[in-house]
């Protein structure tokens, strides 16, 4: 049969790249510690926010995808709330080429996890009393190249033996 014919009659090319993912929620934390009051007088409260990747390896093509999501926000130098997630996805990487493999991890993965941890932090500000807090975009893109650039800059220079 044609690969036109396959096609038609829904079957699949077993070759082709594949990614198969599975989302969940590894791990959240929700922290109001004034309730949803804010000082009187206070001025716009400032927001800080810390996202990490991490990979792990769970089978010859499964990979565990984590992105850590840190949100606080501030007022005088006092915590109104802070949020936490750990957003995490196992990711099936099948007929994959071996160089690809890192950049889907580090760049794909964290981008498809993104609007989850996007929505679960907005989630937990609304319910506890908060109006909702939309995280920025993140350039997952330009974070990879930068991360690899630090590590060829903090690779040790090979050694040269001259005879």
């Known amino acids: 049969m044609t ?3 396959n096609q038609a009659n829904g079957a699949t090319d077993t070759n082709a790249p594949h990614i198969e993912p599975y989302v969940y929620l590894k791990d959240v ?3 109001a510690p004034n309730g949803p009051h804010v000082p009187e007088g206070a001025t716009t ?3 800080t926010m810390d996202v990490q990747t991490t990979i792990n390896q769970l089978g ?3 990979f565990e995808v984590v992105v850590s ?3 606080r926000s501030v007022v005088a130098d006092k915590t109104i709330w802070l949020c936490e997630v750990k957003q995490a996805g196992s990711f099936a990487l099948r007929n994959i080429a ?3 493999v890192r950049r889907l991890l580090g760049v ?3 981008n498809y996890l993104w609007p989850y941890a996007r929505q679960t932090i907005s989630d937990l ?3 506890g009393g908060f109006p909702p807090f939309l995280l920025p975009p993140v350039n997952f893109d330009a974070l990879f190249d930068q991360t690899n650039q630090q590590d060829v800059m903090d690779a040790p220079a090979p050694s040269v033996t001259v005879n």
């Open 3 to 5: 690969d036109k014919a």
């Open 29 to 31: 934390s929700y922290e």
């Open 45 to 47: 409260p400032s927001v």
């Open 60 to 62: 010859a093509e499964v």
């Open 69 to 71: 999501v840190n949100v």
């Open 98 to 100: 071996s160089g690809e």
């Open 108 to 110: 794909f993965c964290p």
């Open 125 to 127: 500000l609304v319910k």
